[in-house]
């Protein structure tokens, strides 16, 4: 069984400041994904950045990047830069290659001050 | 189409009323899921289609819930004799389907808010 832990349940950023959202993940396959999704009010799911167990490299999407310690079995997000438009809840998941069934972390919900 | 295009977007049903809720995938996509989201809460998983197939339907609650998928592309998800804990926001989701060594990513729908009055 594959489980999603996000710590934060809410948390306020400061306009144009950078923000680490927690995600912590428990999983016993060897190969698997790890997905960030975005969810504002409108209720709209979206995909923001992906990073596979075997990537190397963190993950970097514009503004968004992933910090990811697979011996911790970690993957934070990264917000540079925020915007008022970031406000909004985060979820974290995780994928195995077979299926595909995304489970997902409680999120956090992201306010972004003026 | 362009995105995952969920209808209808909002249904208010009396109790005990079926209620059909119908998901159309980016096409090209052969995997199809169905998630539920009720107030303030996560994303809970429903039921997975490969094709026109369900491998993995252990998410779904009760045998009031059922889905099917025609044609490899539209599915529908039905709930009969309603409850009131069905509330909830059912969000679908597509993607390029099993297969390989790496997941896939899921691209979602908008959802359709159903509430149970």
């Known amino acids: 069984a594959q489980k999603i832990t996000q710590t934060q349940p809410g948390m306020f950023v400061q306009e144009k400041e950078a923000v680490t959202l927690d995600c912590t993940y428990d999983?016993?396959?060897?190969?698997?994904?790890l997905f960030w999704y975005k969810q504002p009010s409108s209720g709209e799911m979206i995909f923001l950045i992906y990073?596979?167990?075997?990537?190397?490299q963190n993950a970097t999407e514009g503004r968004y990047s992933l910090n990811f310690q697979k011996a911790r079995k970690s993957a934070n997000l990264v917000i540079s830069a925020s915007q008022l438009g970031d406000s909004a809840m985060y979820f974290c998941?995780?994928?195995?290659?077979?299926?595909?069934?995304?489970?997902f972390g409680g999120g956090t919900r992201v306010l972004v001050k003026p | 189409g362009a995105g995952v295009s969920q209808s209808p977007s909002n249904k208010v049903t009396e109790k005990g009323k079926d209620v059909e809720l119908r998901c159309d995938p980016i096409s090209g996509h052969t995997a199809l899921y169905w998630y539920r989201q009720s107030l303030g809460q996560g994303l809970e998983f429903l039921i997975y289609?490969?094709?026109?197939?369900?491998?993995?339907k252990s998410g779904l609650p009760s045998d009031r819930f059922s889905a099917e998928r025609t044609g490899g592309s539209v599915s529908t998800l039905t709930i009969q004799r309603t409850q009131q804990e069905d509330s909830a926001v059912y969000l679908c989701a597509s993607s390029l389907g099993a297969g390989g060594d790496l997941p896939r990513t899921a691209f979602f729908g908008q959802g359709t808010r159903l509430t149970v009055v």
């Open positions: 289609f490969q094709g026109n197939s369900a491998p993995d």
């Open positions: 998941a995780i994928s195995k290659a077979a299926g595909n069934k995304l489970t």
């Open positions: 999983t016993s396959d060897q190969s698997y994904g």
């Open positions: 990073q596979g167990s075997y990537d190397e």
